[in-house]
Each structure stands twice: as structure tokens, then as C-alpha cells.
């Protein structure tokens, strides 16, 4: 089982920037797939960013030119960096990963993000 915490959410004006990080409890990027999703009150969870065990990326397109997804192995951690922030991009951001063999997949708790003047 893999453990993953995610932190970095808060409350942030329109325009401002937040930085996103999700810790792996082992390192597991070279066979997992790992991404970003969110969900707002009364939505469904949807897919913001991922990034594949061979380093692909691919994001929503409500978010490109604005969101990047990267990791550091040695660190374990994978981040989402998120700038030009709007209230639409207010959500619970998750953490998921999943195992490129079995389909395994693992979710974080989950941070806060507020988007609010």
C-alpha cells in the first residue's frame, strides 16, 4: 500500500499562485502513474494534471497554460504548480496514484484550495 499526503492548499486572491506537494510514503514514481484531480462542492471529481512513470503529461483543458505537473524522485514528492489562479479553480485537490501493473490505486486526504477576493 502506498501512503500519500498531499499539502500546500490556502486561501488565495484571483491571479495569485499556490504550489501543491503530494509525498510518497516509498518511492513508486518509475511504476506508478500519478495525478492531480479535484472536486468542488456538488461536482464530480475530475482529472487536473498527470504525469505517466515515463514522465508524460497531459492536463484539462481548463488548466493548461496555467497548472504544471512535476515530481522530484529523490524526494518522492510530486507537485502541481498552479498559477494566474481563478474562483473556478476553487476545489479539493487529490493526490491519486496508480500502479502501472496491477491498477492499484491509492488517494491522499486531500488540501483545500480557495480561490476568493
Same mark, same amino acid.
Given at each position: ?17 499556490? =504550489? ?5 510514503? =516509498? ?10 484531480? =479535484?472536486?468542488?462542492? %456538488?461536482?464530480? =471529481? ?7 512513470? %515515463? ?52 488517494? %491522499? ?9
Amino acid at each position: 500500500q502506498v501512503l500519500l499526503v498531499e499539502s500546500g492548499g490556502g486561501l488565495v486572491q484571483p491571479g495569485g499562485s499556490l =504550489r501543491l506537494s503530494c509525498t510518497a510514503s =516509498r518511492n513508486i514514481f518509475s511504476i506508478y502513474n500519478m495525478g492531480w484531480y =479535484r472536486q468542488a462542492p %456538488g461536482k464530480q =471529481r475530475e482529472l487536473v494534471a498527470a504525469i505517466t512513470s %515515463g514522465d508524460s503529461t497531459n492536463y484539462a483543458d481548463s488548466v493548461k497554460g496555467r497548472f504544471t505537473i512535476s515530481r522530484d524522485n529523490s524526494k518522492n514528492t510530486m507537485y502541481l504548480q498552479m498559477n494566474t489562479l481563478k474562483p473556478e479553480d476553487t476545489a479539493v485537490y487529490y493526490c491519486n496514484a496508480r500502479n502501472v501493473y496491477s491498477g492499484y490505486s491509492s488517494w %491522499g486526504q486531500g488540501t483545500q484550495v480557495t480561490v476568493s477576493s
